[in-house]
């Protein structure tokens, strides 16, 4: 069974920081590709970054120069690192796997909240 535990979301003041952590179990992480979405209220979810098993990074537009991806195999994780927040960056944050098959696997999401 596969399984994606996000972590690391919370409040945060404008221009501040945070780390996310999504913790990944039931297959073999290291030749997987992870990718974290977000949802703000009232939006769709969206792709906000992405990384292959060679760490190969897609970066969103939306919040290149801020955010980062990284990924550490032998502890099944992939971070995000999020730098410079503004209140457009307040959404809950998912990450995603998806199989061969197209099958997505989704975390339950954690919040990020930046006040301005």
């Known amino acids: 069974q596969v399984q994606l535990v996000e972590s690391g979301g919370g409040l945060v003041q404008a221009g501040g920081s945070l780390n996310l952590s999504c913790v990944t179990s039931?297959?073999?992480?290291?030749?997987?590709?992870i990718t974290w979405y977000r949802q703000a209220p009232g939006n769709q979810r969206e792709l906000v970054a992405a990384?292959?098993?060679?760490?190969?990074?897609t970066i969103a537009d939306t919040v290149k120069g801020r955010f980062t991806i990284s990924r550490d195999n032998a502890k099944d994780t992939v971070d995000l690192h999020m730098t410079s927040l503004t209140s457009e960056y307040t959404a809950v944050y998912y990450c995603?796997?998806?199989?061969?098959?197209?099958?997505?696997?989704w975390g339950k999401g954690t919040l990020v909240t930046v006040s301005s």
């Open positions: 039931g297959y073999k992480f290291s030749a997987k590709t």
């Open positions: 995603n796997y998806r199989t061969g098959y197209g099958e997505d696997y």
């Open positions: 990384i292959s098993t060679i760490t190969t990074t």
